[in-house]
Protein backbone atom coordinates (compact mmCIF):
# COMPACT_ATOMS: atom_id res chain seq x y z
CA UNK A 1 0.00 0.00 0.00
CA UNK A 2 1.86 2.73 -0.99
CA UNK A 3 1.59 6.24 0.47
CA UNK A 4 1.63 4.70 3.66
CA UNK A 5 4.01 6.22 6.62
CA UNK A 6 6.07 3.20 7.79
CA UNK A 7 4.59 1.50 10.97
CA UNK A 8 2.03 3.80 11.34
CA UNK A 9 -0.61 1.43 10.91
CA UNK A 10 -1.89 -1.32 13.18
CA UNK A 11 -0.42 -4.99 11.50
CA UNK A 12 -3.91 -6.62 11.00
CA UNK A 13 -5.74 -4.13 8.56
CA UNK A 14 -2.67 -3.84 6.46
CA UNK A 15 -2.41 -7.57 6.12
CA UNK A 16 -6.24 -7.45 5.01
CA UNK A 17 -5.57 -4.69 2.74
CA UNK A 18 -2.94 -6.96 1.56
CA UNK A 19 -4.93 -10.02 0.95
CA UNK A 20 -8.00 -7.27 -0.22
CA UNK A 21 -5.65 -6.18 -3.11
CA UNK A 22 -4.53 -9.65 -3.87
CA UNK A 23 -7.76 -10.64 -4.32
CA UNK A 24 -8.78 -7.97 -6.79
CA UNK A 25 -5.82 -9.09 -9.09
CA UNK A 26 -7.59 -11.92 -10.11
CA UNK A 27 -10.48 -10.03 -11.22
CA UNK A 28 -8.53 -9.03 -14.21
CA UNK A 29 -7.01 -12.95 -14.39
CA UNK A 30 -10.59 -14.21 -14.69
CA UNK A 31 -11.14 -11.92 -17.36
CA UNK A 32 -8.47 -12.58 -19.68
CA UNK A 33 -9.45 -16.73 -19.21
CA UNK A 34 -12.70 -15.78 -19.77
CA UNK A 35 -11.58 -14.02 -23.23
CA UNK A 36 -9.26 -16.84 -24.35
CA UNK A 37 -11.94 -19.55 -23.29
CA UNK A 38 -14.58 -17.57 -24.95
CA UNK A 39 -12.30 -16.80 -28.24
CA UNK A 40 -10.81 -20.02 -28.34
CA UNK A 41 -14.51 -21.94 -28.58
CA UNK A 42 -15.57 -19.35 -31.61
CA UNK A 43 -12.65 -20.16 -33.30
CA UNK A 44 -13.25 -23.81 -33.46
CA UNK A 45 -16.47 -22.99 -36.17
CA UNK A 46 -19.68 -22.89 -36.63
CA UNK A 47 -21.45 -25.28 -33.47
CA UNK A 48 -24.22 -26.26 -35.41
CA UNK A 49 -22.70 -27.51 -38.11
CA UNK A 50 -20.18 -29.25 -36.03
CA UNK A 51 -23.07 -30.93 -33.68
CA UNK A 52 -26.21 -31.54 -36.10
CA UNK A 53 -26.24 -34.07 -38.13
CA UNK A 54 -24.89 -33.10 -41.90
CA UNK A 55 -29.01 -33.99 -42.62
CA UNK A 56 -30.16 -31.32 -40.57
CA UNK A 57 -32.74 -29.20 -41.95
CA UNK A 58 -32.74 -25.28 -42.33
CA UNK A 59 -35.33 -25.67 -39.09
CA UNK A 60 -33.46 -27.22 -36.76
CA UNK A 61 -30.25 -25.34 -37.85
CA UNK A 62 -32.11 -22.00 -36.76
CA UNK A 63 -33.59 -23.96 -33.50
CA UNK A 64 -30.34 -24.57 -32.47
CA UNK A 65 -28.76 -21.20 -33.19
CA UNK A 66 -31.49 -19.75 -31.24
CA UNK A 67 -31.56 -22.30 -28.12
CA UNK A 68 -27.69 -21.44 -27.86
CA UNK A 69 -27.80 -17.75 -28.34
CA UNK A 70 -25.70 -17.85 -31.77
CA UNK A 71 -28.04 -15.43 -33.77
CA UNK A 72 -26.59 -12.66 -31.50
CA UNK A 73 -23.41 -10.92 -32.42
CA UNK A 74 -20.21 -11.75 -30.55
CA UNK A 75 -19.76 -8.91 -28.07
CA UNK A 76 -23.23 -9.88 -26.99
CA UNK A 77 -22.61 -13.33 -27.19
CA UNK A 78 -19.55 -12.76 -25.19
CA UNK A 79 -21.46 -10.82 -22.35
CA UNK A 80 -23.75 -13.66 -22.04
CA UNK A 81 -21.45 -15.96 -21.91
CA UNK A 82 -19.93 -13.64 -19.26
CA UNK A 83 -23.01 -13.14 -17.27
CA UNK A 84 -23.60 -17.00 -17.27
CA UNK A 85 -19.81 -17.60 -16.20
CA UNK A 86 -19.70 -15.40 -13.59
CA UNK A 87 -23.26 -17.44 -11.94
CA UNK A 88 -21.24 -20.55 -12.29
CA UNK A 89 -23.55 -21.86 -15.54
CA UNK A 90 -20.40 -22.80 -18.20
CA UNK A 91 -22.98 -24.13 -20.42
CA UNK A 92 -24.45 -27.66 -20.81
CA UNK A 93 -22.06 -30.99 -21.92
CA UNK A 94 -23.07 -31.68 -25.57
CA UNK A 95 -22.47 -35.51 -24.99
CA UNK A 96 -23.14 -36.14 -21.44
CA UNK A 97 -26.54 -33.37 -21.34
CA UNK A 98 -25.36 -32.12 -18.12
CA UNK A 99 -24.02 -28.90 -16.89
CA UNK A 100 -20.55 -29.09 -18.14
CA UNK A 101 -19.18 -27.31 -14.70
CA UNK A 102 -20.88 -29.98 -13.38
CA UNK A 103 -19.46 -32.67 -15.02
CA UNK A 104 -15.68 -31.23 -14.95
CA UNK A 105 -16.08 -30.93 -10.72
CA UNK A 106 -17.27 -34.78 -10.86
CA UNK A 107 -14.06 -35.46 -11.87
CA UNK A 108 -11.79 -32.69 -10.22
CA UNK A 109 -11.17 -34.53 -6.85
CA UNK A 110 -9.35 -37.30 -8.70
CA UNK A 111 -7.09 -34.58 -10.49
CA UNK A 112 -6.77 -32.77 -7.01
CA UNK A 113 -5.79 -35.74 -5.00
CA UNK A 114 -3.07 -36.83 -7.69
CA UNK A 115 -1.98 -33.39 -7.93
CA UNK A 116 -1.89 -32.53 -4.22
CA UNK A 117 0.21 -36.14 -3.78
CA UNK A 118 2.60 -34.92 -6.39
CA UNK A 119 3.46 -31.37 -4.62
CA UNK A 120 3.58 -32.98 -0.88
CA UNK A 121 6.38 -35.36 -2.74
CA UNK A 122 7.90 -32.05 -4.67
CA UNK A 123 8.23 -29.83 -1.26
CA UNK A 124 8.67 -33.07 1.25
CA UNK A 125 11.78 -34.00 -1.58
CA UNK A 126 13.14 -31.50 -3.57
CA UNK A 127 13.72 -29.52 -0.42
CA UNK A 128 15.39 -32.56 1.51
CA UNK A 129 17.40 -33.29 -1.42
CA UNK A 130 18.32 -29.71 -2.25
CA UNK A 131 19.43 -28.89 0.83
CA UNK A 132 21.73 -32.38 1.36
CA UNK A 133 23.39 -31.93 -1.78
CA UNK A 134 23.88 -28.16 -0.86
CA UNK A 135 25.66 -29.46 2.54
CA UNK A 136 27.81 -32.07 0.45
CA UNK A 137 28.97 -29.96 -2.01
CA UNK A 138 31.41 -31.42 -4.82
CA UNK A 139 31.46 -34.55 -3.21
CA UNK A 140 29.99 -37.99 -4.67
CA UNK A 141 26.78 -37.57 -3.10
CA UNK A 142 25.87 -33.93 -4.90
CA UNK A 143 27.20 -35.17 -7.84
CA UNK A 144 24.64 -38.04 -7.69
CA UNK A 145 22.07 -35.91 -7.03
CA UNK A 146 22.46 -33.57 -9.81
CA UNK A 147 22.84 -35.98 -12.53
CA UNK A 148 19.43 -37.31 -11.44
CA UNK A 149 18.43 -33.49 -11.51
CA UNK A 150 20.05 -33.43 -14.73
CA UNK A 151 17.65 -36.62 -15.77
CA UNK A 152 14.45 -35.90 -14.12
CA UNK A 153 14.41 -32.10 -16.01
CA UNK A 154 15.06 -34.30 -19.25
CA UNK A 155 12.68 -36.98 -19.39
CA UNK A 156 9.15 -37.40 -20.91
CA UNK A 157 6.50 -37.71 -18.37
CA UNK A 158 4.42 -40.07 -20.04
CA UNK A 159 7.70 -42.40 -20.82
CA UNK A 160 8.56 -42.26 -17.18
CA UNK A 161 5.20 -43.61 -16.25
CA UNK A 162 4.56 -46.26 -19.21
CA UNK A 163 8.06 -47.20 -17.76
CA UNK A 164 7.10 -47.62 -14.08
CA UNK A 165 4.20 -49.34 -15.22
CA UNK A 166 6.60 -51.79 -17.17
CA UNK A 167 9.15 -51.79 -13.88
CA UNK A 168 6.97 -51.75 -10.62
CA UNK A 169 3.49 -53.69 -12.16
CA UNK A 170 4.32 -55.78 -15.19
CA UNK A 171 7.99 -57.17 -14.72
CA UNK A 172 7.75 -56.77 -10.36
CA UNK A 173 4.24 -56.32 -9.68
CA UNK A 174 4.17 -54.14 -6.36
CA UNK A 175 1.74 -51.65 -7.65
CA UNK A 176 -1.28 -51.35 -10.21
CA UNK A 177 -0.58 -49.94 -13.10
CA UNK A 178 -3.97 -48.58 -13.56
CA UNK A 179 -6.99 -47.49 -11.76
CA UNK A 180 -8.42 -45.37 -8.56
CA UNK A 181 -9.33 -45.52 -5.65
CA UNK A 182 -6.88 -47.40 -3.36
CA UNK A 183 -3.80 -45.88 -2.05
CA UNK A 184 -1.25 -48.36 -3.97
CA UNK A 185 -2.89 -47.39 -7.13
CA UNK A 186 -1.88 -43.67 -6.17
CA UNK A 187 1.96 -44.25 -6.20
CA UNK A 188 2.88 -45.06 -9.57
CA UNK A 189 0.55 -41.78 -10.97
CA UNK A 190 1.89 -39.18 -8.10
CA UNK A 191 5.58 -40.45 -8.27
CA UNK A 192 5.56 -40.02 -12.15
CA UNK A 193 3.64 -36.57 -11.95
CA UNK A 194 6.00 -35.49 -8.88
CA UNK A 195 9.73 -36.53 -11.00
CA UNK A 196 10.01 -33.06 -12.79
CA UNK A 197 9.34 -30.92 -10.32
CA UNK A 198 11.11 -32.65 -8.10
CA UNK A 199 14.31 -32.05 -10.21
CA UNK A 200 13.59 -28.46 -10.60
CA UNK A 201 13.23 -28.06 -6.70
CA UNK A 202 16.12 -29.68 -5.60
CA UNK A 203 18.16 -27.68 -8.12
CA UNK A 204 16.58 -23.94 -7.35
CA UNK A 205 16.99 -25.46 -3.77
CA UNK A 206 20.71 -26.18 -4.09
CA UNK A 207 21.74 -23.31 -5.77
CA UNK A 208 19.69 -21.18 -3.08
CA UNK A 209 21.30 -22.81 -0.42
CA UNK A 210 24.79 -22.71 -1.46
CA UNK A 211 24.25 -18.70 -2.02
CA UNK A 212 22.61 -18.26 1.13
CA UNK A 213 25.45 -20.32 3.10
CA UNK A 214 28.41 -18.08 1.55
CA UNK A 215 27.08 -15.49 2.94
CA UNK A 216 27.83 -13.55 6.43
CA UNK A 217 24.89 -14.03 8.82
CA UNK A 218 25.73 -17.99 8.63
CA UNK A 219 29.06 -17.58 9.65
CA UNK A 220 27.94 -15.10 11.95
CA UNK A 221 25.31 -18.14 13.27
CA UNK A 222 28.21 -20.64 13.76
CA UNK A 223 30.53 -18.14 15.47
CA UNK A 224 27.72 -17.11 18.33
CA UNK A 225 27.97 -21.39 18.63
CA UNK A 226 24.83 -22.68 17.04
CA UNK A 227 24.27 -26.06 15.81
CA UNK A 228 25.21 -26.84 12.26
CA UNK A 229 21.28 -28.20 11.57
CA UNK A 230 19.87 -25.31 13.11
CA UNK A 231 21.69 -23.00 11.30
CA UNK A 232 21.27 -24.64 8.24
CA UNK A 233 17.68 -25.25 8.75
CA UNK A 234 16.52 -21.65 10.75
CA UNK A 235 18.98 -18.98 9.35
CA UNK A 236 20.13 -21.21 5.29
CA UNK A 237 16.79 -22.40 4.29
CA UNK A 238 14.07 -20.34 5.41
CA UNK A 239 16.07 -17.48 3.32
CA UNK A 240 16.90 -19.62 0.65
CA UNK A 241 13.12 -20.61 0.27
CA UNK A 242 11.75 -16.97 -0.87
CA UNK A 243 13.00 -17.71 -4.21
CA UNK A 244 11.84 -21.10 -4.36
CA UNK A 245 8.37 -20.02 -2.97
CA UNK A 246 8.11 -17.71 -6.39
CA UNK A 247 9.63 -21.19 -8.92
CA UNK A 248 7.55 -23.46 -7.01
CA UNK A 249 3.99 -21.83 -7.31
CA UNK A 250 4.56 -21.22 -11.10
CA UNK A 251 5.39 -24.38 -11.06
CA UNK A 252 2.38 -26.16 -9.11
CA UNK A 253 0.05 -24.15 -11.90
CA UNK A 254 2.15 -26.17 -14.60
CA UNK A 255 1.83 -29.40 -12.40
CA UNK A 256 -1.82 -29.38 -12.60
CA UNK A 257 -1.99 -28.97 -15.97
CA UNK A 258 0.69 -31.63 -16.35
CA UNK A 259 -1.56 -33.63 -14.43
CA UNK A 260 -3.11 -34.04 -18.16
CA UNK A 261 -0.53 -36.57 -19.11
CA UNK A 262 0.15 -38.56 -16.04
CA UNK A 263 -3.82 -38.58 -16.00
CA UNK A 264 -3.48 -40.13 -19.58
CA UNK A 265 -0.93 -42.88 -19.41
CA UNK A 266 -2.53 -44.38 -15.69
CA UNK A 267 -6.12 -44.18 -17.04
CA UNK A 268 -6.84 -41.71 -13.84
CA UNK A 269 -10.31 -40.71 -13.80
CA UNK A 270 -9.46 -36.83 -13.31
CA UNK A 271 -9.92 -33.62 -15.15
CA UNK A 272 -6.88 -34.53 -18.03
CA UNK A 273 -8.89 -37.65 -19.23
CA UNK A 274 -12.11 -35.44 -19.48
CA UNK A 275 -10.51 -32.56 -21.13
CA UNK A 276 -8.68 -35.12 -23.72
CA UNK A 277 -12.43 -36.86 -24.22
CA UNK A 278 -13.70 -33.82 -25.00
CA UNK A 279 -11.28 -32.62 -27.31
CA UNK A 280 -12.04 -35.92 -29.25
CA UNK A 281 -15.75 -35.72 -29.02
CA UNK A 282 -15.76 -31.70 -29.83
CA UNK A 283 -17.51 -31.25 -26.26
CA UNK A 284 -16.82 -27.76 -26.03
CA UNK A 285 -18.88 -26.79 -22.94
CA UNK A 286 -16.91 -29.13 -21.33
CA UNK A 287 -13.57 -27.79 -22.85
CA UNK A 288 -14.03 -24.78 -21.53
CA UNK A 289 -15.23 -25.54 -17.96
CA UNK A 290 -12.02 -27.66 -17.65
CA UNK A 291 -9.55 -24.50 -18.91
CA UNK A 292 -11.81 -21.79 -17.04
CA UNK A 293 -11.31 -24.25 -14.07
CA UNK A 294 -7.92 -24.61 -14.24
CA UNK A 295 -7.27 -21.15 -14.22
CA UNK A 296 -8.84 -20.57 -11.82
CA UNK A 297 -7.12 -22.99 -9.13
CA UNK A 298 -4.15 -21.71 -10.89
CA UNK A 299 -4.99 -18.07 -9.81
CA UNK A 300 -5.59 -19.21 -6.48
CA UNK A 301 -3.40 -21.50 -5.69
CA UNK A 302 -0.50 -17.84 -6.96
CA UNK A 303 -2.53 -15.89 -4.36
CA UNK A 304 -1.74 -18.56 -1.39
CA UNK A 305 1.70 -18.66 -2.94
CA UNK A 306 2.22 -14.67 -2.36
CA UNK A 307 0.31 -14.86 1.26
CA UNK A 308 2.65 -17.57 1.89
CA UNK A 309 5.58 -15.55 0.89
CA UNK A 310 4.87 -12.92 3.48
CA UNK A 311 4.72 -15.01 6.11
CA UNK A 312 7.92 -16.19 5.34
CA UNK A 313 9.65 -12.47 4.11
CA UNK A 314 7.55 -9.68 6.07
CA UNK A 315 9.32 -7.26 4.14
CA UNK A 316 6.50 -8.32 1.49
CA UNK A 317 3.64 -7.62 4.14
CA UNK A 318 4.44 -3.80 4.31
CA UNK A 319 4.94 -2.80 0.59
CA UNK B 1 26.74 -9.01 -20.98
CA UNK B 2 30.10 -8.88 -21.73
CA UNK B 3 31.48 -5.15 -20.95
CA UNK B 4 33.83 -5.07 -24.06
CA UNK B 5 32.84 -3.97 -27.66
CA UNK B 6 30.29 -5.39 -29.92
CA UNK B 7 32.34 -7.69 -31.89
CA UNK B 8 32.91 -9.10 -28.36
CA UNK B 9 29.66 -10.02 -27.34
CA UNK B 10 28.49 -11.18 -30.87
CA UNK B 11 31.12 -13.83 -31.85
CA UNK B 12 32.08 -16.35 -29.55
CA UNK B 13 35.48 -14.97 -28.25
CA UNK B 14 38.26 -17.57 -27.33
CA UNK B 15 37.31 -16.59 -23.38
CA UNK B 16 33.82 -18.28 -24.45
CA UNK B 17 34.39 -20.94 -25.84
CA UNK B 18 37.60 -22.17 -23.83
CA UNK B 19 35.02 -21.82 -20.88
CA UNK B 20 32.93 -23.94 -22.35
CA UNK B 21 35.37 -26.65 -23.63
CA UNK B 22 36.48 -26.63 -19.85
CA UNK B 23 32.74 -27.58 -18.50
CA UNK B 24 32.64 -31.33 -19.31
CA UNK B 25 28.80 -31.24 -19.00
CA UNK B 26 28.59 -28.57 -21.67
CA UNK B 27 30.53 -31.06 -24.31
CA UNK B 28 28.38 -33.52 -23.59
CA UNK B 29 24.96 -31.81 -23.95
CA UNK B 30 26.99 -30.55 -27.49
CA UNK B 31 28.10 -34.14 -27.92
CA UNK B 32 24.68 -35.15 -27.37
CA UNK B 33 22.52 -32.94 -29.35
CA UNK B 34 24.67 -32.83 -31.68
CA UNK B 35 24.46 -36.64 -32.34
CA UNK B 36 20.69 -36.01 -32.58
CA UNK B 37 20.96 -33.64 -34.75
CA UNK B 38 23.40 -35.35 -37.02
CA UNK B 39 21.12 -38.24 -37.08
CA UNK B 40 18.16 -35.98 -37.74
CA UNK B 41 20.17 -34.51 -41.39
CA UNK B 42 21.04 -37.41 -42.81
CA UNK B 43 18.52 -39.72 -41.93
CA UNK B 44 18.06 -41.57 -45.11
CA UNK B 45 21.53 -42.25 -45.52
CA UNK B 46 21.29 -43.77 -41.80
CA UNK B 47 18.46 -45.69 -41.81
CA UNK B 48 18.68 -49.45 -42.74
CA UNK B 49 15.02 -48.90 -43.80
CA UNK B 50 12.34 -46.73 -44.89
CA UNK B 51 9.88 -45.40 -41.81
CA UNK B 52 6.65 -46.98 -42.79
CA UNK B 53 7.64 -49.95 -44.96
CA UNK B 54 5.28 -53.02 -43.00
CA UNK B 55 6.13 -56.76 -42.48
CA UNK B 56 3.24 -58.09 -40.63
CA UNK B 57 5.28 -61.46 -40.76
CA UNK B 58 7.83 -59.60 -38.69
CA UNK B 59 5.82 -58.28 -35.80
CA UNK B 60 7.22 -57.54 -32.51
CA UNK B 61 10.65 -58.60 -33.34
CA UNK B 62 12.87 -57.73 -29.74
CA UNK B 63 15.85 -55.95 -30.62
CA UNK B 64 18.54 -57.82 -32.19
CA UNK B 65 16.43 -60.61 -33.77
CA UNK B 66 16.25 -61.56 -37.11
CA UNK B 67 13.35 -60.65 -39.67
CA UNK B 68 11.70 -63.39 -41.89
CA UNK B 69 14.04 -61.69 -44.83
CA UNK B 70 16.76 -62.22 -42.76
CA UNK B 71 17.51 -58.62 -41.80
CA UNK B 72 18.47 -58.15 -38.08
CA UNK B 73 16.20 -55.80 -36.29
CA UNK B 74 18.68 -53.71 -34.22
CA UNK B 75 16.14 -52.08 -31.81
CA UNK B 76 12.88 -54.72 -32.82
CA UNK B 77 10.26 -53.83 -34.42
CA UNK B 78 7.12 -52.39 -33.86
CA UNK B 79 3.25 -53.98 -33.75
CA UNK B 80 3.43 -53.41 -37.74
CA UNK B 81 6.33 -55.16 -38.15
CA UNK B 82 8.20 -51.57 -38.99
CA UNK B 83 11.50 -51.31 -38.11
CA UNK B 84 12.15 -49.38 -34.90
CA UNK B 85 15.35 -48.31 -35.54
CA UNK B 86 14.59 -46.51 -39.15
CA UNK B 87 11.54 -45.40 -37.61
CA UNK B 88 13.55 -43.62 -34.15
CA UNK B 89 16.45 -41.88 -37.13
CA UNK B 90 13.36 -40.37 -39.19
CA UNK B 91 12.07 -39.30 -35.93
CA UNK B 92 15.01 -37.73 -34.68
CA UNK B 93 14.05 -35.42 -38.08
CA UNK B 94 10.06 -35.07 -37.48
CA UNK B 95 10.70 -33.87 -34.13
CA UNK B 96 13.85 -31.93 -34.21
CA UNK B 97 12.96 -29.76 -37.60
CA UNK B 98 9.28 -29.67 -35.72
CA UNK B 99 10.72 -28.32 -32.55
CA UNK B 100 13.06 -25.78 -34.47
CA UNK B 101 11.08 -24.50 -36.67
CA UNK B 102 8.11 -23.61 -33.44
CA UNK B 103 11.73 -22.02 -31.89
CA UNK B 104 12.39 -20.13 -35.17
CA UNK B 105 8.91 -18.59 -35.42
CA UNK B 106 8.41 -18.20 -31.67
CA UNK B 107 12.16 -16.84 -31.00
CA UNK B 108 11.32 -14.44 -34.00
CA UNK B 109 8.38 -12.76 -33.36
CA UNK B 110 9.08 -12.44 -29.53
CA UNK B 111 12.34 -10.90 -30.14
CA UNK B 112 10.92 -8.42 -32.44
CA UNK B 113 8.29 -7.51 -29.74
CA UNK B 114 11.35 -7.55 -27.30
CA UNK B 115 13.16 -4.95 -29.62
CA UNK B 116 9.84 -3.29 -29.49
CA UNK B 117 8.95 -2.97 -26.26
CA UNK B 118 12.65 -1.97 -25.30
CA UNK B 119 12.40 0.84 -28.03
CA UNK B 120 9.13 1.83 -28.52
CA UNK B 121 7.45 3.96 -26.19
CA UNK B 122 6.42 3.51 -22.27
CA UNK B 123 2.66 3.19 -23.34
CA UNK B 124 3.78 -0.20 -26.22
CA UNK B 125 6.66 -1.32 -23.60
CA UNK B 126 3.65 -1.83 -20.88
CA UNK B 127 1.24 -3.49 -23.15
CA UNK B 128 4.05 -5.82 -24.44
CA UNK B 129 5.13 -6.61 -21.12
CA UNK B 130 1.36 -7.14 -19.95
CA UNK B 131 0.95 -9.91 -22.71
CA UNK B 132 4.45 -11.40 -21.55
CA UNK B 133 3.66 -11.73 -18.16
CA UNK B 134 0.13 -13.31 -19.00
CA UNK B 135 1.63 -15.76 -21.45
CA UNK B 136 3.59 -17.31 -18.79
CA UNK B 137 1.34 -16.99 -16.06
CA UNK B 138 -0.76 -19.55 -18.20
CA UNK B 139 0.43 -23.10 -17.89
CA UNK B 140 1.95 -23.28 -21.32
CA UNK B 141 0.24 -27.42 -21.44
CA UNK B 142 -3.16 -26.14 -20.88
CA UNK B 143 -2.78 -23.36 -23.51
CA UNK B 144 -1.45 -25.77 -25.78
CA UNK B 145 -4.66 -28.31 -25.93
CA UNK B 146 -7.47 -25.22 -25.30
CA UNK B 147 -5.56 -23.76 -29.08
CA UNK B 148 -5.66 -27.36 -30.20
CA UNK B 149 -9.03 -27.94 -29.49
CA UNK B 150 -10.01 -24.80 -30.70
CA UNK B 151 -8.23 -24.99 -34.37
CA UNK B 152 -7.74 -29.00 -34.89
CA UNK B 153 -4.56 -31.12 -35.12
CA UNK B 154 -2.68 -30.19 -38.12
CA UNK B 155 1.24 -29.17 -38.15
CA UNK B 156 0.28 -25.05 -38.36
CA UNK B 157 -1.86 -25.36 -35.37
CA UNK B 158 1.52 -27.63 -33.90
CA UNK B 159 4.14 -24.79 -34.66
CA UNK B 160 1.56 -22.10 -33.50
CA UNK B 161 1.25 -24.18 -29.97
CA UNK B 162 5.21 -24.41 -29.92
CA UNK B 163 5.96 -20.62 -30.96
CA UNK B 164 3.49 -19.77 -28.62
CA UNK B 165 5.01 -21.81 -26.17
CA UNK B 166 8.96 -19.96 -26.86
CA UNK B 167 7.79 -16.45 -27.68
CA UNK B 168 7.52 -14.81 -24.56
CA UNK B 169 10.70 -15.80 -23.17
CA UNK B 170 12.47 -14.09 -26.22
CA UNK B 171 10.76 -11.05 -25.72
CA UNK B 172 11.06 -10.40 -22.36
CA UNK B 173 15.11 -11.24 -22.28
CA UNK B 174 15.66 -9.52 -25.23
CA UNK B 175 14.13 -6.47 -24.25
CA UNK B 176 15.75 -6.22 -21.02
CA UNK B 177 18.63 -6.43 -23.15
CA UNK B 178 17.99 -3.38 -25.49
CA UNK B 179 17.27 -1.50 -22.25
CA UNK B 180 20.67 -2.19 -20.68
CA UNK B 181 22.49 -1.87 -24.06
CA UNK B 182 21.09 1.02 -25.17
CA UNK B 183 22.64 3.34 -22.80
CA UNK B 184 25.99 2.36 -23.80
CA UNK B 185 28.06 4.65 -25.51
CA UNK B 186 28.63 2.80 -28.41
CA UNK B 187 25.02 3.25 -29.00
CA UNK B 188 24.99 6.93 -28.14
CA UNK B 189 27.57 7.13 -30.99
CA UNK B 190 25.91 5.74 -33.54
CA UNK B 191 22.93 7.97 -32.60
CA UNK B 192 25.56 10.99 -32.64
CA UNK B 193 26.31 9.75 -35.94
CA UNK B 194 22.77 10.12 -37.28
CA UNK B 195 21.97 6.02 -37.12
CA UNK B 196 17.80 5.72 -37.57
CA UNK B 197 16.15 4.00 -35.05
CA UNK B 198 16.12 0.83 -37.29
CA UNK B 199 19.55 0.81 -37.89
CA UNK B 200 20.53 0.91 -34.43
CA UNK B 201 18.14 -1.57 -34.09
CA UNK B 202 19.55 -4.01 -36.04
CA UNK B 203 23.09 -2.84 -36.39
CA UNK B 204 23.74 -2.35 -32.69
CA UNK B 205 21.35 -3.71 -30.16
CA UNK B 206 20.74 -6.65 -32.15
CA UNK B 207 24.52 -8.19 -32.40
CA UNK B 208 24.96 -7.10 -28.50
CA UNK B 209 22.05 -9.09 -27.59
CA UNK B 210 22.71 -12.15 -29.40
CA UNK B 211 24.18 -13.98 -26.10
CA UNK B 212 21.19 -13.91 -23.94
CA UNK B 213 19.06 -14.42 -26.90
CA UNK B 214 21.50 -17.88 -27.60
CA UNK B 215 21.11 -19.21 -24.13
CA UNK B 216 17.31 -18.26 -23.95
CA UNK B 217 16.94 -20.15 -27.18
CA UNK B 218 18.84 -23.09 -26.31
CA UNK B 219 17.36 -23.34 -23.11
CA UNK B 220 13.58 -23.51 -24.96
CA UNK B 221 14.48 -26.05 -27.64
CA UNK B 222 14.43 -28.95 -24.60
CA UNK B 223 10.89 -28.08 -23.52
CA UNK B 224 9.61 -27.51 -27.18
CA UNK B 225 10.74 -31.05 -28.18
CA UNK B 226 9.40 -32.28 -24.88
CA UNK B 227 6.46 -30.24 -25.31
CA UNK B 228 5.82 -31.75 -28.94
CA UNK B 229 6.56 -35.71 -28.16
CA UNK B 230 3.89 -34.87 -25.17
CA UNK B 231 1.18 -33.68 -28.02
CA UNK B 232 1.95 -36.63 -30.49
CA UNK B 233 1.77 -38.81 -27.38
CA UNK B 234 -1.47 -37.74 -26.40
CA UNK B 235 -2.96 -37.70 -30.40
CA UNK B 236 -3.07 -33.68 -30.26
CA UNK B 237 0.20 -33.43 -32.03
CA UNK B 238 2.14 -35.08 -35.27
CA UNK B 239 -0.36 -37.23 -36.84
CA UNK B 240 0.46 -40.84 -37.67
CA UNK B 241 2.43 -42.26 -40.22
CA UNK B 242 4.51 -39.05 -39.56
CA UNK B 243 7.35 -40.98 -37.15
CA UNK B 244 7.50 -38.76 -34.41
CA UNK B 245 8.52 -40.01 -30.88
CA UNK B 246 5.57 -39.31 -29.05
CA UNK B 247 3.19 -41.21 -31.43
CA UNK B 248 5.56 -44.32 -31.91
CA UNK B 249 5.27 -44.97 -27.80
CA UNK B 250 1.65 -43.85 -27.69
CA UNK B 251 0.56 -46.42 -30.68
CA UNK B 252 3.19 -49.20 -29.19
CA UNK B 253 1.80 -49.08 -25.86
CA UNK B 254 -0.93 -51.27 -25.72
CA UNK B 255 1.99 -54.03 -27.01
CA UNK B 256 4.17 -52.57 -24.01
CA UNK B 257 3.62 -55.74 -21.71
CA UNK B 258 4.44 -58.34 -24.44
CA UNK B 259 7.03 -56.06 -26.29
CA UNK B 260 8.74 -53.86 -24.09
CA UNK B 261 11.54 -51.93 -26.96
CA UNK B 262 8.25 -50.46 -28.18
CA UNK B 263 7.54 -48.12 -25.32
CA UNK B 264 10.61 -47.65 -24.47
CA UNK B 265 13.40 -47.34 -27.12
CA UNK B 266 11.36 -43.92 -28.36
CA UNK B 267 11.65 -42.40 -25.01
CA UNK B 268 15.37 -42.93 -24.66
CA UNK B 269 15.77 -41.20 -27.86
CA UNK B 270 13.32 -37.98 -26.49
CA UNK B 271 15.93 -38.37 -23.22
CA UNK B 272 18.81 -37.55 -25.45
CA UNK B 273 17.84 -35.30 -27.50
CA UNK B 274 16.37 -33.46 -24.05
CA UNK B 275 18.96 -33.55 -22.13
CA UNK B 276 21.65 -32.94 -24.95
CA UNK B 277 19.79 -29.44 -25.28
CA UNK B 278 19.38 -28.51 -21.75
CA UNK B 279 23.21 -29.79 -21.18
CA UNK B 280 23.95 -27.43 -24.40
CA UNK B 281 21.90 -24.50 -22.95
CA UNK B 282 23.45 -24.42 -19.50
CA UNK B 283 26.61 -24.94 -20.59
CA UNK B 284 25.99 -22.01 -22.92
CA UNK B 285 24.90 -19.85 -20.53
CA UNK B 286 27.41 -20.33 -17.69
CA UNK B 287 30.12 -19.70 -20.44
CA UNK B 288 28.27 -16.89 -22.11
CA UNK B 289 26.59 -15.17 -19.48
CA UNK B 290 27.51 -16.64 -15.36
CA UNK B 291 24.68 -13.88 -14.15
CA UNK B 292 21.81 -15.25 -16.22
CA UNK B 293 21.82 -17.99 -13.71
CA UNK B 294 18.16 -17.73 -12.82
CA UNK B 295 16.44 -17.29 -16.08
Known amino acids: MAGRAPGAAPVLPAGLLYLLGRLGQLVPTVLTVSVIAFVLIRLSGDPASLLLTPEATEVERRAFRDAHGLDRSLPVQYLVFLGNLLRGNLGTSFWQHEPALRVVLSRFPATLLLSVTAIVIVIAFGLAVGVVAAMFRGTALDWFVMAGVGLGQSVATFWLGLMLILVFAVFIPLFPPSGYGTPAQLVLPAVTLAAYYVAVTTRLTRSGMLEVLGQDFIRTARAKGLGESATILRHGLRNALIPITTVLGLQIGELLAGAVVTETVFAWPGVGTLVLDAITRRDYPVVQATIVLIALVYALVNLTVDLVYGVLDPRVRVR | ?295
Open chain 2, 1 to 295: MSPAGPTAAALPSSRVVHAFLRNPLAVSGLALFGFTLLVAVLAPALAPDTYDNQDIMGRLKPPLSRGTDGRVYLLGSDPLGRDMLSRIIYGARASVSVALAGLVIGGGLGSLLGLLAGFGGRGLDALVMRIVDAQLAFPSLLLAIAVIAALGTSLWTLLAVLALRSWAVHARTLRSAVLVIREQESVTAARALGAGPMRVAFKEILPNALAPLIVVATAQLGALILLESTLSFLGIGLQPPAPSWGSMLSSGRPYMTVAWWVAAVPGVAILIAVLGANLLGDGLRDALDPRLKWS
